[in-house]
């Protein structure tokens, strides 16, 4: 934080004399230490290596799913099989639920349509879905990207060790 105020002071003055560099760090460590903010994710510690990886997933999958919707559209047109499915989370953050939300809606052929965050639930609209192993499949992405994205934010609890799947809603439906 010290270092963007002091970039931003630096840019707002124009300038780069030792007056104005020896200023800005001074106001930046006298804003940073009056007014601090609190931590978004209490005891999480950001992991690089997984964040690295993270992100090489995300392109991977950028790709692999861009293929595959496409290919859906030219092989059936207007005819792709899709549904809506629930995936239940494990992670009880407002900003690790938003980012699941926004790496899954990212990828191609895939778009959250609501997250019900008292239940801990994200409501998925895929494509294709033909049948309860497409709809397992898809579920299962969405929670290990949950996994992926918490572990490399470095907040462990709820993900560390998965175990077997959440049980299923009795309302969940899994008809496309």
């Not at 090489?56 to 809506?84: E, F, M, N």
């Not at 992670?91 to 809606?105: G, K, P, R, Y």
């Not at 049948?131 to 290990?144: F, L, S, Y």
């Amino acid at each position: 934080m010290i270092v963007w105020l002091w970039l931003l002071w630096i840019l707002l003055w124009g300038a780069t004399s030792a007056v104005i560099l020896v200023g800005g760090l001074l106001v930046a460590v006298g804003v940073v230490l009056s007014f601090p903010l609190p931590a978004v994710l209490p005891g999480a510690v950001p992991e690089p290596l997984r964040i690295g990886r993270l992100l090489i997933h995300v392109l991977t999958d950028l790709v692999k799913s861009g293929c595959t919707v496409a290919w859906q559209v030219v092989r059936h047109g207007r005819r792709v099989s899709c549904g809506i499915i629930e995936v239940p989370l494990r992670v009880d953050s407002d900003l690790l639920i938003a980012a699941v939300a926004e790496f899954t809606t990212m990828s191609p052929g895939s778009v959250v349509v609501e997250i019900d965050r008292r239940r801990k639930r994200l409501y998925v609209h895929a494509l294709p879905v033909r049948d309860r192993r497409d709809i397992a499949h898809r579920r299962a992405e969405v929670q290990a990207m949950e996994r992926r994205i918490a572990l490399a934010v470095g907040h462990r609890r709820g993900v560390e060790d998965p175990g077997p799947n959440p049980a299923r809603p009795d309302d969940a439906r899994d008809d496309p």
